[in-house]
C-alpha cells in the first residue's frame, strides 16, 4: 500500500517515502499542529485486520513509548484512521549504521562513541525488561547527536522466571523481508547477527541482544561480518560452531582489549558472555578513556629515537621557546587588567562541531579576515566561511562531509578531508578539488606549495603538492613507541613544522 505525498493522516501531512519492511512502510511527514518533521510507519491496511501483525504493531508502540533515552527513537503519537493503524516518530536526518558500513569499518573513535551509546540504549531497553531480537546495522541510525536505536517491532516484552532471570514470551525461527507475517515457531531477526541460541530456536534473554552487539561492533571494526557464507545455512553453521578471526588480525592496530570486549560478546554460551549491556558499556568507555590517555602521556623514547629525532630537534625547539618567552612577556607587561574572553557566535541553525566531534578546530585565515569552521545544518555536515569584519557566515558548497579545515598561506584557500579523500576549496568558488587519498585523515597544514598531513589515524605524515600529487613520507612511524603522527603544523617561517611527535623540515623529514 503506497500514500502519495499530501495524504492526510490525522494532521499529518504524507510527504516522500524514507523506507519500507517487513512491518511497513515508513514515510516523511509534516505535523500541521506544531509545524515540525516527523517519520511516520503505517501498517498496510489488508494488513491491519491479521491479529497477529497488528498485535505486533501495537506491541512496538508501546515498547518505544516506555523507553526515554537519548539513543533510542523517540515516538511522538500514535494514530488510526479508515483502518490505517500508524505510529508517529521522531525524523532522524543522517544515514544507518548499514550504509556507512558500505564504504568501509568505522574510524576507532567512531566506533567507541557509537559502540558506548547502543550498549546505553540496549541497557536502558533490558532493564525495561524489552529484549530487542533484531539488533543490527539497518536498525541503527548515525545522526548528528549520535547513534540511535531503532525498530522494535520484533520486541518482545519478558517473564520473569522463579529463578530471577528474565524470559521472552516466545521463541521464534527465521523469518525473512518477504514473509507477511512470523509464524510460531520461526525465528525473528536477520540471520548474520542473530545469537546462537536464537538460530537454534531456543528461549532468549537480554544476553542474545548481547551476542548481536558484538557482531555490529566486529563489523564496525574490520568492515567485515562476524558471520559469513554463501547461504542461511552456512551462516548458521558459522554462528553456531566457528569463531571470526580475531579483530586484530584483520585490523593489526586496533587496541587489543576491544578484541576481548567483542569476542566475550560473541560467547556461544551466554552464560559466558557479558551480562549485561551496561558492563559493555563501561568497558568501551574505558578503551576510549585510555587511548586518549596514552596519546597525551606518551612513554619516554628510546635512545636510539631520541639520537634520531629529539637532538635535531632542539634548534627549532629553541625557536619555538623563544617565540613562547616572548608571548609570555607581552602577556605580563600588565596583569592588574581584566581577563577578556571572546567568543564567535554561529547561527542558531547550525551546530558548530570540535575536534571530539569529529569536526576539527576552527581556523583563521593567515591575515586574520576570516575563520573556517566544521558545522551541520539540516542534518548535513560541512565547512562555513566566518567573516571577522562583518560576522557574516555562509555555507561553502562542495565541502558536504567537510572536517579539520586549514588555510592556505595566501588565505585564498582551504584544505579539508572528506569522502575520504584530502581536497583543496578556493575560497573565490568553484568545485573542491581532490588532492590525494586519505582514508581517516587526522589534520593538514600548508606551507608554500606544500601540504602537510596524515593520511589515517595510524599512520605516518605525508608531504603532497598543493596541486595535488602522489604523497610522500616524511616520517617513520616507530610501531614499538608511538602508535600514530598526528596534526603536523607549518611554523611561521614556512619551512619547519612541529606535530604531537615529530618536529623537522618538510624538505628532509625528521
Same mark, same amino acid.
Given at each position: 500500500m503506497t500514500i502519495a505525498p499530501g495524504t492526510t493522516l490525522g494532521p499529518y501531512e504524507?510527504?516522500?517515502?524514507? %523506507?519500507?519492511?517487513?512491518?511497513?512502510?515508513?514515510?516523511?511527514?509534516?505535523d500541521t499542529r506544531l509545524g515540525r518533521d516527523v517519520a511516520i510507519k503505517i501498517l498496510p491496511k489488508e494488513m491491519s485486520a491479521d491479529p497477529v501483525r497488528k498485535q505486533r504493531f501495537d506491541r512496538e508502540a508501546k515498547t518505544i513509548s516506555s523507553l526515554n533515552h537519548p539513543h533510542i527513537c523517540v515516538l511522538h503519537d500514535v494514530g488510526s484512521q479508515d483502518g490505517v493503524d500508524y505510529l508517529v516518530m521522531e525524523c532522524m536526518e543522517g544515514e544507518t549504521l548499514a550504509k556507512r558500513l558500505e564504504k568501509g569499518a568505522l574510524v576507532l573513535e567512531q566506533v567507541l562513541k557509537y559502540g558506548a551509546q547502543i550498549a546505553d540504549a540496549l541497557d536502558k531497553a533490558h532493564r525495561s525488561g524489552v529484549v530487542h531480537r533484531d539488533l543490527k546495522p539497518g536498525n541503527i541510525m548515525l545522526t548528528p547527536t549520535g547513534a540511535k536505536l531503532l525498530d522494535f517491532g520484533l520486541a518482545k516484552p519478558a517473564v520473569q522466571l522463579v529463578s530471577g532471570a528474565t524470559l521472552t514470551v516466545a521463541t521464534l525461527t527465521a523469518a525473512t523481508q518477504t514473509d507477511p507475517v512470523t509464524h510460531e515457531g520461526m525465528i525473528v531477526g536477520t540471520f548474520q547477527y542473530m545469537s546462537p541460541e536464537q538460530v537454534e530456536g531456543k528461549d532468549l534473554d537480554w544476553r542474545s541482544d548481547i551476542f548481536s552487539l558484538g557482531a555490529v561492533l566486529y563489523e564496525m571494526v574490520t568492515g567485515k561480518r562476524a558471520f559469513e557464507g554463501k547461504s542461511q545455512l552456512s551462516v548458521a553453521s558459522a554462528i553456531? !560452531?566457528? !569463531?571470526p578471526a580475531p579483530i586484530t588480525v584483520v585490523k593489526p592496530l586496533a587496541p587489543p582489549v576491544l578484541d576481548h570486549v567483542i569476542r566475550k560478546c560473541l560467547a556461544k554460551i551466554p552464560d559466558d558472555r557479558w551480562q549485561s549491556a551496561a558492563d559493555i558499556k563501561h568497558e568501551i568507555s574505558w578503551i576510549s578513556q585510555s587511548s586518549a590517555e596514552a596519546l597525551a602521556f606518551s612513554p619516554p623514547p628510546k635512545k636510539a629515537f631520541r639520537n634520531k629525532v629529539l637532538v635535531p630537534?632542539?634548534?627549532?625547539?629553541?625557536?619555538? %621557546?623563544?617565540?613562547?618567552?616572548?608571548?609570555?612577556?607581552?602577556?605580563r607587561r600588565d596583569t592588574s587588567g581584566p581577563v577578556i574572553r571572546a567568543s564567535i557566535?554561529?547561527?542558531?541553525?547550525?551546530?558548530?562541531?570540535t575536534l571530539g566531534d569529529?569536526?576539527?578546530?576552527?581556523?583563521?585565515?593567515?591575515? %586574520?579576515?576570516?575563520?573556517?569552521?566544521t558545522g551541520v545544518t539540516n542534518g548535513k555536515q560541512m565547512l562555513f566561511l566566518r567573516s571577522m569584519e562583518n560576522a557574516t557566515v555562509k555555507a561553502l558548497p562542495g565541502t558536504e562531509g567537510g572536517k579539520f579545515p586549514f588555510w592556505s598561506p595566501d588565505g585564498k584557500s582551504i584544505g579539508f578531508f572528506a569522502d575520504q579523500q584530502l581536497k583543496r576549496l578556493e575560497v573565490a568558488g568553484g568545485p573542491a578539488t581532490s588532492l590525494a587519498a586519505a582514508t581517516d585523515a587526522r589534520g593538514g597544514t600548508w606551507a608554500g606549495d606544500t601540504i602537510l598531513f596524515t593520511p589515517y589515524i595510524y599512520e605516518a605524515i605525508y608531504r603532497v603538492p598543493a596541486s595535488g600529487g602522489k604523497p610522500t613520507p616524511v616520517t617513520t612511524v616507530d610501531r614499538s613507541q608511538y602508535s600514530t603522527h598526528r596534526w603536523p603544523h607549518f611554523l611561521p617561517d614556512g619551512k619547519h613544522w612541529w606535530s604531537g611527535i615529530f618536529m623537522g623540515s618538510p624538505a628532509n623529514g625528521v
Open positions: 504524507i510527504g516522500t517515502t524514507l %523506507g519500507a519492511g517487513g512491518m511497513g512502510e515508513v514515510y516523511r511527514a509534516r553456531l !560452531e566457528k !569463531e630537534a632542539l634548534r627549532t625547539l629553541a625557536l619555538i %621557546g623563544a617565540g613562547v618567552a616572548g608571548i609570555l612577556l607581552l602577556g557566535n554561529v547561527p542558531p541553525e547550525v551546530t558548530l562541531l569529529q569536526g576539527g578546530a576552527p581556523a583563521i585565515s593567515h591575515d %586574520g579576515s576570516n575563520l573556517v569552521f
